[in-house]
């Protein structure tokens, strides 16, 4: 079979970044075995906004642990920047996960007792990076999320909105390309989930980070370009937002900008 060729004066669309084809993962086996994705397809370009929703149970958790190289599928592809990621051993999914993706938790996952500028240093502690780079790299992030002045606060004295910046700028540290958010706003109130969903708007508009955020709340999914429903282990749905919210309004408070996107 010879390769598809692209139409004459058009250039070929641009590839994905994240491809997942007929991706489906089983837990368990015999008679306990759970089929928890059924054969899932997803696209999703570099620069996409992408608000993944869905009934609990229907495999949302699943596909993030998937797309985050946590987990590998039963059976299916995951393509990485054209990386077979359903190849690789754990290892190389380790190396893959640190390189270029950052992650943000709905209960912040942040070391009590421990200030902020640490908390978001210590991804590149894990990289070996020195004091020195550590410290200007967690100042500048910390900056980026307007926590410039509370370097030195642990998160017992902060709030939950500010907590949650801590995090963001710990998984935006390391500049990844991709940013995975797991209800990023569940333990929010209405005005500090506002205020979350702005900065991961800006993250996305103005530094190109891709964004793909478990919600429950459409109040908050209304901010992503895209919207990717789960149902019972398939994409049920999904549809582009032609009106994202942080496009249509209000000017968001100024954000210092971050480090590019080290994009191999
Ligand atoms: P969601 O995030 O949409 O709530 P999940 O991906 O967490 O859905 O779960 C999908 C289904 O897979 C659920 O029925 C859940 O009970 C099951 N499941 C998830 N993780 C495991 C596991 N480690 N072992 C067995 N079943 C699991």
């Known amino acids: 079979m010879t390769a598809p060729q692209a139409e004459p004066g058009r250039p070929p669309a641009e590839a994905p970044i994240i491809e997942l084809r007929g991706v ?3 837990y368990g086996e015999g008679a306990l075995a759970f089929q928890a994705l059924k054969g899932v397809d997803l696209r999703i370009a570099q620069g996409d906004f992408v608000a993944i929703m869905g009934p609990s149970g229907s495999g949302k958790s699943t596909a993030m642990n998937t797309l985050g190289c946590l987990d590998r599928p039963t059976t299916g592809e995951y393509l990485f920047k054209g990386v077979h990621v359903e190849a690789l051993s754990r290892d190389e999914r380790a190396l893959l996960r640190r390189r270029y993706f950052g992650f943000v938790f709905q209960g912040f996952n942040l070391l009590a007792r421990t200030s902020a500028q640490e908390n978001v240093e210590l991804p590149l502690l894990y990289r070996g990076e020195s004091a020195a780079t550590r410290k200007a790299a967690a100042a500048r992030a910390l900056d980026a ?13 902060l709030s939950g ?8 700028a710990r998984a935006i540290v390391t500049e990844p390309v991709v940013l995975l958010a797991d ?21 996305n508009a ?3 980070i891709t964004v793909l955020m478990v919600t429950h709340e459409p109040d908050m999914a209304e901010y992503a370009r895209r919207m990717v ?14 009106h994202p919210v942080g496009l249509r309004g209000k000017p968001a408070p100024v954000v210092a900008a971050h480090a590019s996107q080290g994009v191999a």
């Open 161 to 168: 909105g500010q907590q949650q910046r801590v995090a963001i």
């Open 206 to 208: 103005e530094q190109g």
């Open 183 to 203: 209800e990023p706003t569940g333990n929010l109130d209405t005005q500090r989930s506002h205020e979350i969903m702005e900065l991961l708007w800006r993250l």
């Open 24 to 26: 489906t993962k089983v």
């Open 229 to 242: 429903r789960f149902v019972d282990g398939v994409v049920d749905s999904d549809t582009l937002n032609p």
């Open 145 to 157: 999320v307007g926590l410039k002045g509370w370097e030195h606060h642990t998160p017992a004295e």
